[in-house]
């Protein structure tokens, strides 16, 4: 091969190594080009999830401080048990809790609280705790204007309430309830009359997490097995403690708080947080054996002020012997 040759075949292996090269770096350019427009368009998804998650959660949040603490639901039931007797057929009972003070409730809310309840013409009233709130102490002001607002609640057979734990915090519970013309029950019962002379027996019980629950004194009134035959109302704060009472003491009807029904809760889930005293009872029902069981929800909030999917509310219960009315 002559040196002609040689030259003109190196020139093109010359040129056709520049050739790979340029094409090799437009390729590295093109693929740089595509490299950024992915991670911009990743940037501006994700800079767009994060602006949707903090909207969402925002919005989620006021939702549950603003709107679902709120307003207030009165959830009516009907009750049938064949030891309520003929003169009691169609018992109202208005059971209301947890009204935490100062927390997301304040004098408008126990305004509105009032006139639902005097709505419905209850026979009986009854609270299951926690008036106050260990974070918000009442002064004497508002000390007078719940008792003032209570006081306007209207029970034809009379209204009852037992301590929370958050009441043991100050005098500030006795002190209202006394003025409101509330019966406190700290392990005590009552006997109710009406019209004829059968009765019904209200018991209450202290707190099983800061009072001194006890059993044996509240029911007192069972010194034979005449007196067990009686209808027995059981106020009590914490709903766990029921089982504690069950085991030595008859109840029919057993009314409780504390456990807000885990104040935020979740579709087919339930309660996020289940507090002492209301990890194993903390929805609204439950039958034991031949005890009904109502756990109401409650008004205020306890911790942090936020609800969801568990609005304030009140428990409407009508108690009827649908038995008796048949053999009748």
Known sequence: MTKMAKNKLEKEKQEKQTRSDKNKKIQQEIDRDVAKDKAKKVGKKLFFDICFMVLFLSGLFAYARYIATSGLLVKEVKVNHQTLPKNFDGLKIVHFTDLHYGSSTFLK?????????????????????????????????????LANELGQIEARLGKYAVKGNHDYQSDSFDVIMEKSHFKVLNNQSDLIY??????????GLESSNLGQADISKAYSYFLNDVNKNIYTITLLHEP???????????????LAGHSHNGQVRL?????????????????????????????SGGIGTSNYPIRLFNRPSINFLRVVNEEKKNND
């Open 109 to 145: 809310e126990v305004k509105a609280l009032v006139k639902k309840i005097n709505q419905t013409h209850p026979d009986l009233v009854v609270f299951t705790g926690d008036l106050i709130d260990k974070d918000h102490p009442l002064d004497e002001e508002k000390e007078e204007m």
């Open 194 to 203: 009406q019209e004829e002379n059968d009765p019904i027996l209200i018991v």
């Open 240 to 254: 766990d403690y029921i089982d504690e009472i069950l085991k030595k003491e008859k109840c029919d009807l057993a």
């Open 267 to 295: 579709p087919f889930y339930g309660a996020i947080v289940k507090v002492k005293g209301a990890k194993k009872y903390d929805d609204a029902y439950y039958r034991i054996k031949s005890t009904d069981l109502f756990v």
